[in-house]
């Protein structure tokens, strides 16, 4: 028997969310407010004696001068991927309750991984001329049951998105990320677990005093300044300044620790900055910024460790370092950002990746033009 998809208010939503180990920073209410030109809604799914037994952030996005949505959880929803009946028990009664909504596309991010990969193995694909991308290499675990259920998908009419976008990165969220597990590990071992560069460069900074803050929303435009800088640098559409002040102001009403900013001083300059997220177990270091001046005093590794190390406070069962690229040339320019997270000993690891269902096969065939074009 299917469940029942309505829906909840954003307590209920909130304390399903607390009840849970882990869920993305995109499944909680206050993401819906960082996205203005979305409308979001947060769903239920209720069993036969009531329970709410799962979670969702939908965000709905209009066609211009049709009262058509194209509706997108992002890394969710938050529901058991793994049941024998995930397609007729969870996802149709989803399906059925976002067409009557006007949704003329879904598109999903299921928090389900797939395969990992250790430091070691990551640094062994590079090395690797045979290894073009990271799923050319040998993975050092694979998760059971994360193929079945790509397989149930397919068959019932989902589409995975091709990654798109330059060096594997998606236009949606990513595929492949970089994580550090901290579970059952005290922070000497998380440190031990850095190499040697790493550790270097961590005691570097401190010997040429550069100090790491936390900073508040006042600071910001500090950030910005740097974030700027970066995305010329490392040629990226950068984001407006509202953007920020909207995140933290939404996330941290919602929680007053959801989001945190460093910022890593030397000689009175701020040389980098960066944005930190928390849901439950789960911390992501979010956006990075940095200059160019100044490198030698390794202000990024400084910073890291500063937020690994409170993260590891906060009881984090995961550090996250967010996405990375799968293209292991020795000609791509995010290769180097690949190698600064392999750094903290952390491993890579592959989810399922983005579907789509179109609901409205033509509406959907014509979004799919448009976004080839932008």
Known sequence: MSLRVQSISRDEHLGFVAARASASHMQVPSWGDVKPDWRAESLGWFDEEGRLVGAGLALLRPLPRLKKYLAYLPEGPLLDWHA??????????MLAYLKARGAFSVKMGPPVVVRRWSADAVKAAIADPAAHRLGDAEASSYEPGALDVADRLRRAGWQQTEPGGEDGFAAGQPRYVFQVPFAGRTLEEVHGGLNQQWRRNIKKAEK???KVVRGGYEDLPAFYALYTETAERDRFLPRPLPYFQRMWSALNAEHPDRMRLYLAHHDGEVLAAATMLTVGEHVWY???AS????????????MQWRMMADAHELGAAVYDLRGITDTLEESNHL???LRFKVGTGGEAVEYLGEWDFPLNK????????YMSRR
């Open 335 to 337: 290769l180097g950002l």
């Open 286 to 288: 979010s956006y990075g």
């Open 208 to 210: 040429a005093g550069v």
């Open 362 to 369: 033509l509406l959907h065939k014509a979004l799919d033009l």
């Open 291 to 302: 200059t160019s001046r100044r490198r030698e005093v390794q202000p990024n590794n400084a």
């Open 84 to 93: 024998p009946d995930l397609v007729e028990r969870w996802l149709t009664p």
